[in-house]
Nanobody
Framework: QLQASGGGLVQARGSLTLSCSAS????????VGWFRQAPGKGREFVVA????????YYTDSVKGRFTVSRDNAKNTVLLQMRSLKPEDTALFYC????????????????????????WGRGTQVTVSS
């Protein structure tokens, strides 16, 4: 199982770090991704990181502001968010897939979030203006 945590209320231009922890199985060989869902909208891809942590893929709107990293020894993936904007307000989810990063990104572009294998409960991020 996956569990996202670390959400909260932050002012615009502030920072927040989310954590995705795994339990019950090891996800060290899985691609891990972050998605977000704003009220009334679909689940949006944010970023994905390869099993090794050496490769990442960000959606354009967060490039330069968000940084993803992983510690496989701790079965944890972090999402560091800075320069947050009110439009970043959403429920953030982490997900895992056993396909390689490039394949998962391509799959996501075709079928969206539903293509991912495992999901955790979300954590709310609210950015006030």
């Amino acid at each position: 199982q996956l569990q996202a945590s670390g959400g909260g209320l932050v002012q615009a231009r502030g920072s927040l770090t989310l954590s995705c922890s795994a339990s019950g199985r090891t996800f060290s060989s899985y691609t891990v991704g972050w998605f977000r869902q704003a009220p009334g909208k679909g689940r949006e891809f944010v970023v994905a990181v390869s099993w090794s942590g050496n490769s990442t893929y960000y959606t354009d709107s967060v490039k330069g502001r968000f940084t993803v990293s992983r510690d496989n020894a701790k079965n944890t993936v972090l999402l560091q968010m800075r320069s947050l904007k009110p439009e970043d307000t959403a429920l953030f989810y982490c997900a895992a897939d056993n396909m390689a990063l490039t394949h998962v990104v391509r799959k996501t572009s075709i079928v969206g979030a539903k293509g991912w294998d495992y999901w955790g409960r979300g954590t709310q991020v609210t950015v006030s203006s």
